[in-house]
């Protein structure tokens, strides 16, 4: 019990600390001076830290070292307590809302999926929209990283923390000798490209509130929006080509980032396979893609294909979500691709979800490696990649997740099929929901949105966008026995 | 001279074979007293066990009055600490250092004066490595040695039916190839040195030494015998020093496979070669050496530290069907009774090596040193100073010069341009001359024929 009870001392923590997040809508009502809405932020911030005050309170005897499987907990509790937090000001400003959709807002934030329940997103007051898009910009970067760097000050060591947040196969090599000053360096790389992200989108002609939302969106790989049409609001080719470079750079590994920044070399990208995988493929699709919808006749000249097709193939395959047109209207083979695109693209370490470039490599160089097996029975042959010998262990673990991925997927599909949601629906909801993209296909689509869903399809999706955030193992080994023996 | 030589390995060994034949005073330190007893029941020298970087083992072994330090033992780092004591305790004049770490090497300015203080670096396996691809590059030749870095080259081939000039006297040659500058140094028939003239007629079977500029190896290669195809895959025995580099450096542009018999070895191996298949197994394992195809190799290079092995590795692909196999052997005895017979390529590292090296022991501004014919012939590659006046060779048309008769000037590089070495070429001061002598007994007299007088200074 006392483990449990560490752990609620810490999140308790954060809770308060995560009530600061409320400034932002806070100062928006006060600008846009919408009393009603200013005093509902108001008071869910005060209940934010009171709740999290009154945890800490209670269990402060308890406080303590976390080790690594409270670590493990502590992850899973933080993605489902502060999404039940963040809650309030939805609950209080839309009183029409159920909890069931809120909370699927806000986790749909909180793991940057995006997928949203609520319609008429151009008449919610500014603070709410503002709220939805912090909400996925603090989750982009994984909330986690932020805790990685303000808890270890209040004396709580937080190396197993990140370890928990990326089981991934990757980034071995620390980028600087101190967790915190990683998570530190990291997190200043997220908040400098976002500023950079707000600075052009405003440039290329979007107010304010539109420019930080969005821009909120594209580095979280979020798909919210503050209009019901997404990007096709806008129709600027300006607008959707800042977005899909941002949308990019967010795709990539951001340690790449701060490798580049740090060392003042454009070179160090060059290093990164996994980035340039990520990049090479997403190139190689929308051409793809233009051609086939050229082909098709969808599009009636291919520069027309071309915008379209790489603005939302862009924002799938990295997970985003914003999308510029209905591209489930486009014929099934292009959705499809940029589907499976969003279980595979992007590189780990970014704000993306799915199996990731890398594991998608590790696995292409395995099969490779089972060839030149059958080929050459006495061959050495290790798994390598950007140069980088790759233990079996690690693949052995990868191959493990890519058994988990697809058996989540395949479970939940299910269940939304014996609630009697449509196959393309259930299916690509569960993709969509999993790989923390956005938008599925048929009535989940980009034209729709998850409101149809009843509340069971709800909570399925829900509980998909966690366990896609959290990698599966980390949500899936709190439901194994051995986790709760001593 | 007086040589002090630091670590008594396989390197350590030749080399003070080598000096010592050469009339040198050659002391050996090495930690390890049985190897050090092995020499001195062999050779003509003092030997000494202790510690190479400590000082008082250096000043017993009489560094005070050496005139040129050798330190290859098998730690980078011990032959540098050797170097710097050298200099800044007892102001040796010449340091030699044996580093292999590319990590080193990278950084030059780590040699000089003001750190440690090593005149010259060498690395055998490098050079080693450079000859075994050279020999992969042109498969029809029997030795390509390098001089002027590369610019000139002197190649050992053995003349076979087919082969245009075959049966032809040598004048041929220019008439065959107006446009290409190429000169015959040395014939060797039934291992019997010839002095080359215009009449001498090629006969199938002769070993020929020519001397061209490096972009014509081929186009002469291809006077002396009907060529091959060109090597594309590679079989490499042994992932040790020599096979690893090696493979590092045929793998972008051949197919190449390793064969490397200690697991934990295969598994660094594969980690640092990125095209190279690694193979996990016994060179001599005809097995695996077939399931390999070797049959279907180009050059099959047994490497392995293990003459024994080498050989039976070689001699078991060249039954398959590899087209040409190496084998690296370290007993000299085995090389002269291996080499053109079933294997193609005896090598001895030792011969290969020791040139780098007695370039700096000679006499004379020598740039490089080969040693040829197992150490019979040599060639040498001279820098010439001085004028007219103080020099027997500058300003002087070759057929003034007076060389001793079995040495013969075989080019000479002039800053980027390669000149063949006709009797009408006048020698300018800075020019390196390439002189190949068939017999080692005549180079001290080519040394000193090319040493300025005292009064140039």
Redesign the interface.
């Given at each position: 019990m006392g483990r449990a009870l560490t752990v609620i001392n810490a999140l308790g923590l954060m809770l308060v600390v995560f009530s600061i997040a409320y400034v932002m809508p806070v100062a928006s009502a006060l600008i846009s001076g919408d009393m009603p809405v200013l005093l509902d932020f108001l008071t869910a911030m005060l209940w934010t830290a009171a709740i999290g005050g009154g945890m800490w309170m209670v269990t402060r005897s308890y406080k303590g070292e976390i080790s690594i499987r409270h670590g493990y907990l502590l992850v899973v509790a933080m993605w489902t307590a502060m999404p039940a937090v963040a809650t309030l000001p939805l609950l209080l400003v839309l009183p029409d809302l159920s909890f069931t959709d809120a909370y699927f807002e806000t986790m749909s934030g909180l793991t940057t999926t995006g997928a949203t329940v609520l319609t008429g997103l151009d008449l919610l007051p500014p603070a709410v929209n503002i709220w939805r898009h912090e909400l996925s910009w603090l989750g982009g970067m994984g909330i986690i990283v932020l805790a990685v760097a303000v808890l270890p000050l209040l004396g709580i060591g937080g190396r197993q923390l990140f370890k928990a947040e990326t089981p991934g196969p990757m980034k071995n090599a620390a980028l600087t000798p101190r967790i915190t000053e990683t998570a530190r360096n990291l997190w200043l790389v997220y908040l400098g490209i976002t500023i950079a992200c707000i600075a052009a989108l405003k440039w290329v002609g979007m107010n304010w509130l539109d420019a930080i939302c969005h821009a909120f969106a594209a580095m979280s790989l979020g798909a919210f929006s503050t209009h019901d049409a997404s990007i096709g609001y806008f129709n600027s080719p300006a607008i959707e080509a800042v977005l899909m470079v941002f949308m990019l750079l967010a795709a990539m590994n951001f340690a790449t980032h701060f490798m580049a920044v740090r060392g003042k070399s454009i070179k160090l990208y060059l290093l990164d396979v996994e980035g340039l995988s990520t990049l090479g493929l997403v190139l190689i699709s929308c051409i793809g893609i233009a051609g086939f919808l050229w082909w098709k006749g969808t599009y009636p000249d291919f520069l027309t294909a071309l915008r379209y097709a790489s603005f939302n193939v862009v924002s799938m395959a990295t997970d985003s979500g914003l999308s510029s047109t209905n591209f489930s209207l486009w014929p099934i083979f292009a959705p499809m691709w940029m589907l499976f695109l969003s279980c595979i693209t992007v590189s780990s370490g970014s704000t993306g979800g799915g199996i990731k470039m890398i594991r998608t490599l590790v696995l292409v160089k395995q099969a490779g490696r089972e060839f030149?097996k059958l080929l050459?029975?006495?061959?050495?042959?290790?798994m390598?990649i950007g140069?980088q010998?790759i233990a079996n262990s690690v693949v052995f673990s990868v191959l493990g997740f890519i058994f988990l991925y697809f058996m989540s997927v395949a479970t939940l599909t299910f269940a939304l099929l014996i609630s009697g949601l449509d196959f393309i629906s259930a299916f690509s909801a569960v993709i969509a929901c999993i790989n923390n993209a956005g938008p599925g296909l048929g009535v989940v689509g980009p034209a729709g949105n998850y409101g149809v869903l009843t509340d069971f399809q709800t909570w399925v999706c829900t509980f998909a966008m966690l366990i896609g955030r959290l990698e599966i193992f980390t949500v899936l080994i709190l439901f194994t026995p051995q986790f709760w023996k001593r | 001279m007086k040589i002090l030589i630091l670590g008594a390995g396989q390197v350590g060994s030749t080399v003070a074979e080598s000096l010592v034949s050469e009339a040198n005073d050659i002391t050996v330190v090495d930690s390890d007293g049985a190897k050090l007893a092995l020499l001195q029941e062999r050779l003509d020298l003092r030997t000494l066990i202790g510690s190479a970087s400590h000082p008082s083992v250096l000043e017993q072994a009489g560094i005070v009055d050496t005139d040129m330090l050798l330190a290859v033992t098998q730690s980078d780092e011990i032959n540098m600490v050797a170097c710097k004591l050298a200099y800044s305790l007892y102001n040796t004049p010449t340091r030699i250092a044996r580093i292999r770490s590319v990590d080193f090497l990278s950084r030059p300015e780590l040699f000089n004066k003001d750190n440690f203080c090593v005149d010259y670096s060498i690395c055998p396996e490098q050079i080693l490595t450079e000859y075994i691809s050279k020999l992969i590059e042109f498969p029809e030749a029997l030795q390509v040695l390098q001089f002027s870095r590369g610019k000139a080259s002197l190649v050992a081939v053995r003349a076979f039916e087919g082969g245009p000039l075959v049966g032809k006297p040598l004048s041929v040659l220019h008439d065959n190839m107006p446009h290409i500058d190429a000169r015959v140094a040395a014939i060797f028939r039934k291992d019997g040195p010839l002095i080359p003239e215009g009449s001498t007629v090629v006969e199938d079977g002769d070993e020929i030494f020519f001397i061209a500029a490096t972009r014509n190896i081929r186009s002469v290669l291809s006077e002396m015998r009907r060529m091959d195809k060109p090597s594309r895959r590679v079989m490499i025995v042994g992932g040790g020093n020599i096979g690893r580099r090696l493979a590092q450096a045929l793998e972008r542009d051949y197919q190449v496979k390793l064969?490397e018999y200690n697991?934990k070895s295969?598994?660094k191996?594969?980690?640092e070669l990125?095209n190279t298949?690694?193979?996990?197994?016994d060179g001599t394992d005809e097995k695996?050496l077939q399931?390999?195809n070797v049959g279907e190799v180009d050059v099959f290079c047994a490497l392995t530290n293990d003459d024994e092995n080498n050989i039976m590795s070689a001699l078991l692909a060249k039954q398959a069907g590899a087209r040409k196999v190496i084998a690296l052997i370290n007993r000299s005895a085995y090389v002269d009774l291996l080499q053109g017979g079933k294997i193609d390529i005896a090598l001895s590292p030792a011969q290969v090596t020791i040139g780098s090296l007695l370039a700096y022991v000679r006499q004379g501004d020598v740039a490089a040193v080969h040693s040829l014919r197992r150490g019979a012939a040599e060639a040498l590659e001279m820098i010439v100073h001085g004028d007219r006046k103080s020099s027997k060779v500058v300003g002087r048309r070759i057929d003034e010069i007076d060389l001793p008769k079995g040495a013969t000037i075989g080019a000479v590089v002039r800053g980027d341009e390669v000149v063949m070495g006709h009797r009408d070429v006048i020698i300018e001061a800075e020019d390196h001359v390439i002189v190949f002598v068939i017999n080692k007994a005549m180079v001290k007299k080519v040394e000193k024929l090319f040493q300025v007088k005292l009064g140039f200074f």
């Open positions: 030149v050459h029975p006495a061959a050495i042959n290790p390598k140069g010998v | 064969i697991k295969c598994e191996l594969a980690g990125t298949l690694v193979l996990n197994g695996l399931q390999e």
